[in-house]
């Protein structure tokens, strides 16, 4: 079992998240067409497409690079508010990868993430944005690595807690982004940039699972 990821993981993962946002497209164009513009899957579509592009491009096959040729994917196309705070989150884990990332070095790059997203976003948890599947997954994952977690126990909680996060977005009101407009009648929807933090948090779960299957 290996006990490190690397470039492979970033790769498949990418290619998992786009394939899952791919597939959730429509499903995302709805949750933001009930409190935003309805552009959501639409922009993370044409983003990961940008983002496997930027993959196939980038010559050098360690974590950190892949990660910053995805970043800049995604902030260059995605577009609205999440291409920022996307492309932010991207940058920062790619600050925070080592060549070998081990269970630690995985909790530092979504934690790197996570705190990226709220200086851009200036979000806190309860305002209904991608910070409410972000925050919980982080702690989850710092949580299964005290505890002893290899890099797939510790995504497999930073997937589930995201997951949960997401759905803890339908009772409450926005106070940040477009659906902030809304007001209370925000309240009764999922927010769209938490539940694709969701799929994008367990596509990182899937290529892991598959990188320390095997060897
Ligand atoms: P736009 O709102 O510009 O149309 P998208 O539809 O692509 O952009 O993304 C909307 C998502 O962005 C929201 O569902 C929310 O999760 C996230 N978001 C918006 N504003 C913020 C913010 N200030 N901090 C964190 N996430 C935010
Ligand atoms: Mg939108």
Redesign the pocket.
Known sequence: MAATLGGLWVADWTRRAAASIHRHREELIE??RA??????GE??DRGYTAALKALDNEADPAPAPLLRSIAMALMST??????P?LGTAYLRMAGAAREDIGPNELVAMLQAACAG??E????AEA??????AWAPAVRAAAHAAEVGGGCHEVLEAAARAATIGAQSTFDMVAT????SYLGPRSAGHL????V??SYILAAAQEAAKEETADS
């Open positions: 949750l933001d409190i935003g513009d309805g552009d959501h922009n993370l995605v577009g609205g508010a999440s291409g705070l997203i709220q851009r976003g200036k979000a305002e209904k944005t991608m910070v409410d940040k982004g477009r659906a927010d769209p940039g938490a694709s933090t």
